[in-house]
C-alpha cells in the first residue's frame, strides 16, 4: 500500500492533477477521475491500475469531445483520431459506446448534416456525395438515406449559374466547354450536365448570336 502525500492542480493543464505517493510524484490523472482521492488515502497497486485506466477512458472521452468540437464526425474519423493517439480499441469501443449514448455520435445524422452542408456551400452529385460518405465509413443504408429528396438537375443548375458569371461574354463553345467541365468536376453526369448548361446559356447569353456550328444540343 502506498500513502497520498500530495494533490497538486498541473500548471500547464488545470483540469489535471499530480498525485503523490510517499513523498514522490507517482503520476497525473484528470480532476474528474481523482475526485474522491484526499491527502492519507492508501492505493494498493489494483487500485492505481484501475485509477490509471479510468483515466485513460477519460482522457479519450474528452479528446472526443474536442474532436466533436470543430464539426460533426463520423464514428470512423472519431476512431481513427483516438487510434493515432494510441488508445487501446477496448477504450475506443467503450467511448463510441458513450457518445451513442449522449447523442454525440451518429453516423445517420452525420451523413444527413454532410448532405446538407455540401448542397448548400459545395454541390455535388449522389454520385459524388456516395463517395465522401463512403470514405468517412459509412455504409449504404445510411448513404442511401442520406440522399433521399437530392435533386441532382437543381443543384447542378444553381452552382452552374453562379459560376457562369465568370463565363460571361465566352463564345458558345468556349462557356460549353468551362461550364460543362466545372460541373463534371463536381460528379455530374452528361445526361444531368448537357441540358442544365445549354439553358443556363440561354437564360444569361441569349442574345448573343452563334456560329452556324455552333449548335446548342
Given amino acids: 500500500m502506498k500513502k497520498i502525500t500530495a494533490i497538486s492542480v498541473q500548471k500547464k493543464n488545470p483540469n489535471r ?40 477512458r477519460e482522457w479519450a472521452y474528452q479528446q472526443s469531445l474536442l474532436f466533436l468540437s470543430y464539426r460533426a464526425r463520423s464514428e470512423k474519423e472519431i476512431r481513427q483520431n483516438l487510434q493515432k493517439h494510441e488508445i487501446s480499441e477496448e477504450v475506443i469501443e467503450e467511448t463510441l459506446v458513450r457518445l451513442r449514448n449522449a447523442g454525440l455520435a451518429n453516423d445517420n445524422d452525420f451523413a444527413r448534416l454532410w448532405v446538407e452542408n455540401r448542397s448548400t456551400f459545395h454541390p455535388r452529385s449522389k454520385k459524388a456525395l456516395a463517395i465522401e460518405l463512403r470514405q468517412k465509413g459509412l455504409n449504404d443504408e445510411a448513404i442511401q438515406h442520406s440522399l433521399v429528396g437530392v435533386d441532382e438537375e437543381t443543384l447542378a443548375y444553381e452552382t452552374g449559374l453562379k459560376r457562369a458569371t465568370r463565363f460571361r461574354g465566352l463564345a458558345w463553345m468556349a462557356f460549353r466547354k468551362k461550364l460543362s467541365e466545372f460541373l463534371a468536376r463536381r460528379g455530374f453526369s452528361y445526361s444531368v450536365i448537357a441540358p442544365i448548361v445549354s439553358k443556363i446559356w440561354n437564360e444569361t447569353n441569349g442574345d448573343m448570336q452563334l456560329n452556324e456550328d455552333e449548335d446548342i444540343t
Fill in 17 to 56: 492533477v499530480n498525485i503523490y505517493l510517499d513523498g514522490e510524484f507517482a503520476f497525473g490523472v484528470a480532476r474528474i477521475t481523482a475526485a474522491w482521492l484526499k491527502n492519507g488515502d492508501e492505493l494498493s497497486d489494483e487500485k492505481i491500475s484501475r485509477l490509471l485506466a479510468e483515466d485513460t
